[in-house]
């Protein structure tokens, strides 16, 4: 392995679309046209990557080239097959894709997406606060629960990119509830802001298999994003076994190279039990959110830092 520290910088993206006239102008993304800008101006001032030369850097001590950029894209949205590939293919930009499994082999839609698209469903974000507040009422004699106001002061904290009750929302429905009352009360909530079926809703959302291999036969790096985008170091021993396993038979499925497999954790969220599981498991480095250059070596292959694109020029 490598022993001298390199650094090159990796940019995360998620929503790649035209947003402002779509049917949820609200969804947090990049529009495309801000992406095709950010690119350009990429091309003037770095040299873009693959994850296969990041992993040779590490692993068989080759050299980066100066101001290095590799490209990622998050959670497998069609908008990476129909917006960005043919835009990367086009100038010959490589690109890293994370999907995660369940709701391409299910053909559903991970709670966290429906989130996604609850919150972008209205401006009023106090309305979904406020349904909230009430389910957990309505279920507070079957589970063992804290008042609504007490979630709301522990989690409602503003960040960088939300907003206190935006805050609140993602925690209490990704994390802080016991997960059979967080997938029921999102189910709730997207059927009530949301005018889809799941399955019709799924199709349009997410990549299908041979939207994969076309961009896999193209050049284009495929890795894990788990199999159903769990918070990682929250699940028991089992459950993480469980979830890595099955998304390694994804990973099996839509990839020749599974010599090289990178994960890209789950809300950036992993601790030392997921490493040693992920090293057993024959991954080769992970990248998480922390922001920052990625400092590569082989002490740190597995908690790469990245870049958000809102921390560049669109």
């Not at 980066?64 to 590939?85: A, C, E, R, W």
């Not at 406020?130 to 609504?148: A, G, H, T, Y």
């Not at 959302?205 to 284009?220: A, D, K």
Request: hydrophobic fraction near 35%; charge should be neutral.
């Amino acid at each position: 392995m490598n022993k001298k520290m390199t650094s090159c910088k990796i940019i995360m993206y998620h929503y790649v679309r035209p947003i402002k006239n779509s049917p949820f102008p609200n969804i947090k993304g990049l529009e495309l046209e801000g992406f095709k800008r950010q690119i350009e101006f990429f091309q003037k001032q770095f040299n873009f990557i693959s994850m296969y030369e990041i992993l040779d850097c590490i692993y068989q001590n080759k050299k980066l080239p100066p101001n290095s950029i590799l490209l990622t894209f998050d959670d497998g949205f069609k908008d990476h097959f129909q917006h960005v590939f043919p835009f990367l293919k086009k100038l010959e930009i490589p690109g890293a894709f994370f999907p995660p499994a369940s709701p391409i082999v299910e053909n559903c839609i991970l709670d966290v997406h429906k989130i996604h698209f609850i919150l972008a469903s209205t401006n009023n974000y106090q309305l979904i606060v406020d349904e909230i507040f009430k389910l957990i009422k309505q279920f507070s004699r079957d589970f063992e629960l804290e008042k609504p106001e007490d979630y709301f002061s522990k989690l409602a904290i503003a960040n960088r990119f939300d907003s206190k009750e935006i805050v609140f929302i993602k925690r209490i429905l990704q994390r802080n509830l016991p997960s059979p009352l967080r997938s029921k009360i999102t189910d709730l909530l997207f059927h009530k802001f949301i005018h889809k079926s799941e399955q019709e809703f799924s199709s349009q959302l997410y990549m299908n298999l041979n939207e994969i291999h076309e961009m896999s036969q193209s050049g284009m790096y495929f890795g894990s994003h788990s199999y159903s985008h769990q918070w990682l170091s929250y699940l028991s021993p089992k459950e993480l076994e469980n979830e890595i396993e099955k998304s390694l038979k994804f990973c099996n499925d839509i990839s020749s190279d599974t010599q090289n497999l990178v994960m890209c954790y789950p809300y950036g969220d992993f601790d030392q039990k997921v490493i040693s599981k992920l090293i057993k498991s024959n991954f080769k480095a992970g990248l998480s959110t922390k922001v920052g250059d990625s400092m590569i070596s082989n002490t740190n292959i597995f908690s790469l830092e990245r870049y958000d694109t809102n921390d560049f020029p669109q």
